[in-house]
């Protein structure tokens, strides 16, 4: 299987689309928003993709923002890879894309912000030299008992 590792162009939209949706996510969505990224600061946003035979197999969402403190930092988010290519160094491939890109547009950093349970994505990181600089807390308090 020929897979090649490239920044998406609009002419990839519909298959991006497709590609969240069979991941069962919503591209509209994804595009809109990021919990990174401190409000109205992004100044970039791209995906870095994985294609074989015009089909999008595995996609990251690049944002480019910058932070006070320490200038340029791209965040890195919805980070997904077909099943069937899960085992295969592809996820490796996109992150050193991601890298290339960071490099290339003289970042300070990169982050990224990954679910304890994803085990498999923060071993990806690790391999590729981030490393953790917190863990964080979710805490919600509910008021109503869910009627499901």
Same mark, same amino acid.
């Given at each position: 299987?020929?897979?090649?590792?490239?920044?998406?162009?609009?002419?990839?939209?519909?298959?991006?689309e497709?590609?969240?949706?069979?991941?069962?996510?919503?591209?509209?969505?994804?595009?809109?928003?990021?919990?990174?990224?401190?409000?109205?600061? $992004?100044? +970039?946003?791209?995906y #870095? &993709?994985?294609?074989?035979? =015009?089909?999008v197999?595995?996609?990251?969402?690049? *944002? /480019?923002?910058?932070?006070?403190?320490?200038?340029?930092?791209?965040?890195?988010?919805?980070?997904?890879?077909?099943?069937?290519?899960?085992?295969?160094?592809?996820?490796?491939q996109?992150?050193?894309?991601?890298?290339?890109?960071?490099?290339?547009?003289?970042?300070?950093?990169?982050d990224?912000?990954? $679910?304890? +349970?994803?085990?498999? #994505? &923060?071993?990806l990181?690790? =391999?590729?030299?981030f490393?953790?600089?917190?863990? *964080? /807390?979710?805490?919600?308090r509910?008021?109503?008992?869910?009627?499901?």
């Amino acid at each position: 299987m020929d897979i090649k590792v490239r920044i998406a162009t609009a002419a990839d939209r519909a298959a991006l689309e497709r590609f969240y949706s069979r991941e069962g996510l919503d591209f509209q969505s994804l595009s809109s928003r990021n919990s990174l990224v401190p409000a109205r600061t $992004s100044k +970039e946003t791209m995906y #870095v &993709i994985a294609v074989s035979s =015009d089909m999008v197999v595995a996609s990251l969402k690049l *944002d /480019v923002a910058n932070d006070p403190k320490i200038g340029e930092v791209g965040y890195i988010q919805h980070f997904e890879i077909e099943d069937a290519l899960e085992q295969t160094d592809i996820g490796l491939q996109m992150l050193q894309k991601a890298i290339e890109i960071a490099d290339n547009k003289n970042l300070r950093a990169l982050d990224a912000s990954v $679910s304890e +349970e994803r085990a498999d #994505v &923060i071993k990806l990181y690790a =391999d590729s030299e981030f490393d953790e600089v917190r863990k *964080d /807390v979710y805490l919600r308090r509910n008021f109503r008992p869910s009627p499901f």
